[in-house]
């Protein structure tokens, strides 16, 4: 942005008549460089934060209360909707509200702007709230997503999802609500939507309980594939030919340099895999 508007300044003194087009184009430069404006965000939250500066504090909370899980809300949104409800919640006087709401924003980020008393203790609440997280859990045939809180303000659904290990490999990915019902599951992934149908925190790959069922079977055929078989035994027969590849090798050798193939040494090989 500075190197921008140096070069600006420099084409008016060369040139004063391109003036306009130096500093149009600085202006450009400085737009697109510019972090998400105000207007970029959801009319919610434009409206609610226009009635917290007219000090219509009920009326700017019924707004964000209202926000719908279809408003297309991305994360950083949803920081922004929390510090509204933390500063409405200051404005009214009540601080044990302004902590639930700055705890919860702690869950999704530590470097947020605040007013000087909420950053006070958002740094004072912050160290002891852990990062909401998701983890997948499988178990009787049952693919199931846990969030590490339960709090229904902030969490409003966790959609987990998964494809059979054994289904044909256009097979299309199933998804559910918190549960899945899968035998052998794979590509498995978890997300916990927040308001306005944020994304608020993800999981991806399948549990360990799962992974020691999902690899192949000795003999059994592969997934999509031609059977396979016990790699174990493939490794072995491959060193093993390998090995007598070298003994032939060095019998030619031998025949090669004059010596009598009755001459030649065989030692015995060990192979350990």
């Given at each position: 942005?500075?190197?921008?508007?140096?070069?600006?300044?420099?084409?008016?003194?060369?040139?004063?008549?391109?003036?306009?087009?130096?500093?149009?184009?600085?202006?450009?430069?400085?737009?697109?460089?510019?972090?998400?404006?105000?207007?970029?965000?959801?009319?919610?939250?434009?409206?609610?934060?226009?009635?917290?500066?007219?000090?219509?504090?009920?009326?700017?909370?019924?707004?964000?209360?209202?926000?719908?899980?279809?408003?297309?809300?991305?994360?950083?949104?949803?920081?922004?909707?929390?510090?509204?409800?933390?500063?409405?919640?200051?404005?009214?006087?009540d601080g044990?509200?302004?902590?639930?709401?700055?705890?919860?924003?702690?869950?999704?980020?530590?470097?947020?702007?605040?007013?000087?008393?909420?950053?006070?203790?958002?740094?004072?609440?912050?160290?002891?709230?852990?990062?909401?997280?998701v983890t997948?859990?499988?178990?009787?045939?049952?693919?199931?997503?846990?969030?590490?809180?339960?709090?229904?303000?902030?969490?409003?659904?966790?959609?987990?999802?998964?494809?059979?290990?054994?289904a044909p490999?256009?097979?299309?990915?199933?998804?559910?609500?918190?549960?899945?019902?899968?035998?052998?599951?794979?590509?498995?992934?978890?997300?916990?939507?927040?308001?306005?149908?944020?994304?608020?925190?993800?999981?991806?790959?399948?549990?360990?309980?799962?992974?020691?069922?999902?690899?192949?079977?000795?003999?059994?055929?592969?997934?999509?594939?031609?059977?396979?078989?016990?790699?174990?035994?493939?490794?072995?027969?491959?060193?093993?030919?390998?090995?007598?590849?070298?003994?032939?090798?060095?019998?030619?050798?031998?025949?090669?340099?004059?010596?009598?193939?009755?001459?030649?040494?065989?030692?015995?090989?060990?192979?350990?895999?």
């Amino acid at each position: 942005m500075i190197l921008a508007l140096v070069c600006a300044a420099g084409a008016v003194r060369r040139a004063p008549l391109a003036a306009p087009l130096a500093l149009g184009a600085a202006l450009i430069v400085l737009g697109a460089a510019a972090p998400r404006a105000a207007s970029a965000q959801p009319a919610e939250l434009q409206r609610a934060r226009a009635l917290f500066e007219e000090t219509a504090f009920e009326d700017a909370l019924a707004v964000l209360d209202a926000v719908g899980d279809d408003a297309g809300f991305a994360r950083e949104d949803v920081v922004e909707w929390l510090v509204l409800r933390a500063r409405l919640a200051s404005a009214q006087g009540d601080g044990a509200l302004a902590d639930r709401e700055l705890a919860r924003l702690a869950r999704l980020t530590d470097e947020v702007a605040l007013p000087p008393v909420l950053r006070a203790r958002f740094d004072a609440l912050a160290p002891a709230v852990p990062t909401l997280a998701v983890t997948l859990r499988w178990e009787d045939g049952v693919l199931e997503a846990v969030p590490a809180v339960d709090d229904p303000l902030l969490v409003r659904e966790v959609r987990v999802s998964a494809r059979e290990l054994r289904a044909p490999p256009d097979a299309a990915t199933r998804t559910g609500s918190g549960r899945l019902a899968v035998a052998e599951p794979a590509e498995c992934r978890a997300e916990v939507i927040g308001p306005g149908g944020a994304v608020l925190a993800s999981a991806v790959g399948c549990p360990a309980s799962a992974g020691a069922t999902a690899a192949d079977p000795p003999g059994e055929p592969r997934p999509g594939g031609d059977p396979g078989g016990d790699d174990t035994v493939w490794i072995a027969i491959g060193v093993v030919a390998g090995v007598l590849a070298l003994a032939g090798g060095a019998v030619a050798l031998g025949v090669v340099l004059g010596t009598a193939p009755q001459d030649v040494e065989v030692r015995s090989v060990v192979v350990r895999w």
